[in-house]
């Protein structure tokens, strides 16, 4: 009976064809990655660089007019520059024409940049200085200082920022002029997604505000909305077609004023060209290109067509030198 029992419970051998197929050693591999780390997630961008992304494709420097820029190093650390801009100024108005006042001026700047400490300085033939300064006093805390004073009374600033870097965190303390003070934090919730938030005192104008963010990103893709106290309600997302090709879209309402705008553009960078361009809700059609002439030599075309105000902006210019 024994015998029969210990006969019967014994592995039979199995026709070859229907051997099991071997085990794939790859399918195991993507087990162990889907496992979070929860102790150890990645550190977010800085909270006021979550749109990054979407500022490099639809926020190109636009400008109308002349631009030349020339930077010599003198050794690896200090660098001159020089810059010529001869174009016009956009002046407010109360109608909806725009204003425009022929202007030109030459820049003079100085940039001192090491590891662990950038200085960078630019004075204007009008009279405008503007200075920064990047310090990192630790590994982890960096103090960041941003002024620029004039001759007119009330429009010199001044704003200082305090940076902490944790293991998955970041947090950021300002300080500026006009009473102002502002703190902001965001936190990896995941290893895609980071959540923050922020407060605002403006002691001059008597105004305080309070804001949140959140940012979702993986190697393909980035979507952020933020959404304010003020009113402002912001979302944006970009996707990576390929190494070279950026598509992004983004969204803006504004309660106080109830202007909605929409835009969608792109990223494309070719072998001696970077190509980006925009198209918005209100008509406005928008591209910048940087061509590469040689080593450290750019040439840049500028464009702006907003059919619905009648405004046109053309702008070309070269950039010599790298910092």
Known sequence: MGSSISHAAAPQPMPAGLAPPPSDPSSDSKEVEKKVDWLNLP???????????????????LFEGLRFDFTKPLNQKFSLSHSVFMGSMEVPSQSKDTIKVPTAHYEFGANFLDPKL????????????????????????????NAQLTGEPHFSQGMFNFDYKG??????????????????????VSPKLALGGEVFWLG????????????????????????A??????????????????LATDFMYNQMTRDVTTSVGYDYLLRQCRLRGKLDSNGCVAAFLEE????????????EIDHWKKDYKFGFGMTVGEI
Do not use: H, W
């Open 229 to 246: 106290s003020t009113g402002i309600v912001a979302l944006s997302y970009v996707q990576k077609v390929s190494e070279k090709v950026s």
């Open 204 to 227: 001059q104008q008597r105004k305080s505000g309070i804001g949140f963010a959140a940012r979702y990103n993986t190697d393909k893709m980035v979507a952020t909305g933020q959404v």
């Open 167 to 188: 293991k998955d965190f970041r947090t950021q303390f300002q300080f500026g002029n006009n009473a102002f003070y502002g703190v902001n934090y965001i936190q990896s």
């Open 292 to 303: 590469r002439l040689n080593m450290g030599v750019n040439f840049i075309l500028s464009a």
């Open 43 to 61: 550190c977010p961008v800085p909270f006021e660089e979550i749109q990054r992304e979407v500022l490099m494709s639809l926020k190109p420097e």
């Open 118 to 145: 950038m200085l960078v300085g630019r004075i204007l033939t009008d009279g405008r200085l503007n200075a920064k300064v990047k310090c990192d006093l630790t590994n982890n805390l960096t103090l960041k200082i």
